[in-house]
């Protein structure tokens, strides 16, 4: 099975760590990807994103396309960025995802992943 | 049939045998794995533009000794040894040897089977050394047919490999009581390669199915290996008769068309045969495992010219066995399906409350898949919708969202 991790942050809250909580926090995300790396349970590698001020939100209407700046979501938290696991449980899942810093500072939200295969019916 | 095929399978029946040739002279399982994975490559480039050699499995070996050569040298250079100390092969052994004894290659390509469902490693690691050191396919190729990056295929590959030399396994059949133990999850391994492939419905087709080729190709191999033992009989003819559904499966637009519905004329008619004939010859041995009675079940149903023929007394008497040889709540969920088909839907409903109390059976899409369907046989549309929803929330498949979906649609109103 697959699940994603969605790392949800406020920007202020990272900007208001000290120089030596961030470089803790990005040991600890090299640790914790070599980890998942080397246990061959990471597809591929993460995915940080931009700065939400960055984002531009596309809806077509009427087929008329309407781009608005900023992300989908208003609030303080945004998608900060995400990777993609595969293993057994969704138990699993968040058992690896303790180890992220990320969830320590923030909050890792985990989902199942939809997949294209089926048992009979 | 191409030409490129028919060398591809060449290649693929040599892998195990220039593997095990090369394991038993040099140990070390590790290097000589990555060494005839260098020679089927190499072997793939130059067979196109040259043709096959005469001896293709003296090609293999002498290719794959080279690379192991090569790779002794560099590692006893990358532990700055002196450069005196030879590598442990004089060149003059560097030819292929007489044609070995075909008991041997036979044995070896057993003991790869074993070796690569060693406890010690995790199944994504067995399942892909399996694939790459047993089935001959490509780290690309094992990538490609799993949807998954080939970095990470590498990784469970290395890190599997990692394993068996930390483990210190020697490159030998394992004894009783280990070797039962041993060869339940080989079979585990094949099965979930072939589920691999042939769960896949739409998306990249080909590669897809070729697992469900493969891990058919393996498991007749390990047939021919251990003739005697009934649940390797048991799991090729599950594969078999599972395999013979696949053209009645699925709409053209890939939508799931459940097993009552599926026009059994379209069902592979020579597969379904050996499949028959194998449960015939594996049910007469004992004891009895869970493969040989999951192929009779599957065997009742080929033998059922239209779903309202199907002797359902018998696969319950089956399902009832199977779970008190195998007790495990899918069993008990699929035997309810079978028990509403004897007794009547309450009867199966009335079963499928005894699983509500299991957490995690309860969170199951196909509890409320099977509770809907058995709602609906009772005329009840209302509670059928409902766990319909459910399931469809539940579930993480695509394919069959969209039929629980439908199936709730229908039932509105």
Redesign the interface.
């Known amino acids: 099975m697959r699940y994603i991790g969605l790392i949800h942050n406020n920007p202020e809250a990272w900007q208001a760590l000290s120089q030596a909580e961030r470089d803790e926090h990005d040991r600890d995300a090299d640790a914790f990807l070599r980890m998942v790396t080397e246990s061959g349970e990471l597809l591929g590698g993460a995915v940080v994103l931009a700065h939400p001020s960055q984002a531009k939100t596309v809806r077509v209407r009427n087929g008329q396309p309407a781009i608005t700046d900023g992300p989908f979501a208003e609030g303080k938290e945004h998608l900060a960025g995400y990777y993609v696991l595969e293993c057994d449980s969704i138990e699993r899942a968040t058992d690896i995802v303790t180890h992220d810093p990320s969830a320590r500072y923030f909050a890792v939200e985990v989902r199942p992943i939809m997949h294209m295969t089926a048992s009979d019916l | 049939m191409t030409h490129a095929d028919v060398e591809d399978l060449l290649l693929r029946e040599l892998a195990p045998q220039v593997l095990g040739t090369l394991v038993r002279r040099y140990a070390r399982f590790d290097i000589c794995e990555d060494a005839v994975q260098e020679a089927l490559l190499a072997a793939t480039r130059q067979w196109a533009e040259r043709g096959v050699p005469a001896d293709p499995r003296a090609w293999l070996i002498t290719v794959a000794q080279r690379r192991l050569v090569d790779e002794l040298r560099s590692e006893r250079a990358r532990r700055r040894r002196e450069e005196t100390a030879a590598t442990r092969i004089p060149p003059g052994q560097l030819v292929a040897p007489a044609p070995g004894d075909e008991r041997a290659e036979e044995d070896d390509t057993l003991t790869l089977l074993f070796l690569c469902a060693h406890p010690a490693l995790?199944p994504?690691?067995q399942v892909a050394l399996t694939l790459r050191a047993v089935g001959g396919l490509t780290t690309a190729e094992v990538a490609r047919a799993f949807l998954?990056?080939e970095?990470?295929i590498a990784?469970?590959i290395s890190?599997g490999k990692q394993r068996i030399k930390a483990s210190g396994i020697p490159f030998s059949l394992p004894a009783e009581p280990e070797r039962e133990e041993r060869l339940r999850v080989v079979l585990q391994v094949l099965y979930l390669i072939f589920?691999?492939g042939y769960?896949?419905?739409?998306?990249p087709h080909l590669q897809r199915s070729e697992l469900t080729a493969e891990a058919i190709r393996l498991t007749r191999i390990l047939r021919r290996l251990l003739p005697e033992e009934g649940e390797v009989a048991g799991l090729l003819a599950l594969m078999l008769l599972?395999d013979a559904?696949r053209p009645a499966?699925n709409r053209p637009d890939g939508s799931?068309?459940?097993?009552a519905e599926q026009d059994r004329s379209r069902w592979n008619r020579q597969l379904i045969d050996e499949g028959l004939a194998l449960v015939t010859d594996t049910l007469s041995r004992k004891p009895v495992g869970p493969y040989q009675l999951q192929a009779a079940i599957a065997a009742v149903h080929a033998e059922a010219a239209r779903a309202e023929d199907t002797d359902w007394p018998q696969i319950l008497a089956l399902y009832e066995l199977l779970e008190r040889i195998a007790p495990n709540p899918i069993v008990t969920l699929n035997r309810s399906v079978a028990l509403a088909m004897v007794r009547g839907p309450h009867a199966g409903l009335g079963l499928l409350k005894t699983l509500d109390r299991d957490d995690k059976v309860a969170q199951h899409h196909?509890l409320h898949?099977i509770r809907a369907h058995l709602h609906e046989l009772a005329g009840d549309p209302a509670a059928a919708r409902d766990s319909y929803q459910t399931a469809a929330r539940l579930t993480?498949?695509?394919?069959?969202?969209r039929?629980l979906e439908s199936r709730a649609a229908r039932l509105r109103g």
């Open positions: 995790s994504p690691s998954v990056p970095a990470t990784q469970r890190r589920n691999e769960t896949a419905t739409y998306g599972t559904r499966r799931l068309v459940p097993l196909r898949a993480t498949s695509v394919p069959e969202q039929y």
